[in-house]
């Protein structure tokens, strides 16, 4: 496309004189582009043949984003699902394969959604589990969001009627990350506020995000500062898809960008 509309420019500028085409406008339609990947349109595999092909094309870069490629939403939109880090990192390495096998130097975009991102996958990757939301109400024990939807679904409730179920019931579940609400456990302790103060500051030092510690990891520590009887529980409010709840925020889209960057040429977060 480029080349055609280059040549078109071309020959109406040559049929000009040559003062009116001193005057008239020159577009540089070579510029190098960067190719929209989006999710890679599959596994490891179409992300490998994806590449190809805009290599063939004449892409000088590719931009790969880490949402999930079966419920990709636009930038603008609301609900995006990501995938683990661990996936989205292993598109990158298979990009950054094909480019190396073929011998070029395309430039490789990696781009975040973790901003704005409400839901996840799965909770398989460490990176994730500090982002993930999880019902704090012990009352909701055993009545997880999706059963309760689907026992509405089984009694012919539909659309608005659903949505007023989901809604009171994640009101109910007082919906945080482990790390608030073991902060907040440790508010309520029995203990002075000194005390206090010194456990907030071992946990937010074992805890940081750029730690990245599991969830198994996180208890043990809770633990060890005499909170661990804390109810917290991220598969509770799991989506009827079995999507978990995800707290966007740029320090999520941080702890992303640096395990994608070792992989990419530059970092995009949205």
């Known amino acids: 496309a480029q080349l055609y509309h280059d040549r078109k420019q071309r020959e109406a500028r040559m049929s000009l004189p040559r003062a009116d085409r001193a005057r008239a406008p020159y577009v540089d339609f070579l510029k190098p582009i960067i190719a929209d990947g989006d999710t890679g349109f599959g596994g490891a595999t179409a992300t490998v043949k994806l590449c190809k092909l805009f290599v063939e094309r004449g892409a000088a870069g590719v931009h790969l984003e880490d949402q999930s490629s079966v419920t990709k939403k636009c930038g603008h939109m609301a609900g995006k699902v990501l995938v683990a880090v661990s996936e989205h990192v292993n598109r990158l390495v298979a990009a950054r394969l094909q480019f190396d096998v073929m011998g070029v130097e395309t430039v490789l975009v990696a781009r975040t959604d973790a901003v704005a991102a409400t839901l996840i996958q799965t909770n398989v990757d460490a990176r994730d589990h500090q982002f993930i939301l999880g019902a704090t109400n012990p009352d909701l024990r055993g009545r997880s969001l999706a059963a309760v939807l689907s026992d509405g679904m089984a009694a012919g409730k539909t659309g608005r009627e659903l949505q007023a179920i989901e809604d009171e019931w994640l009101a109910a579940a007082q919906l945080k990350t482990f790390s608030d609400c073991v902060r907040d456990a440790i508010a309520g302790l029995n203990a ?27 208890r043990d520590v809770a633990a060890r500062l005499g909170v661990a009887n804390v109810f917290w529980d991220w598969d509770l409010p799991r989506t009827r898809e079995g999507f978990y709840r995800f707290r966007g925020s740029v320090a999520a889209a941080v702890v992303r960008g640096r395990a994608f960057a070792p992989h990419a040429d530059v970092l995009w977060m949205e």
Not at 200 to 210: F, G, M, N, R, V
Request: with cysteine; proline share 0%; charged share 40%.
């Open 192 to 218: 002075t506020d000194q005390e206090k103060r010194r456990k907030l500051q071992e946990w937010d030092a074992a805890t940081s995000y750029e730690r990245c510690v599991s969830n198994e990891q996180a």
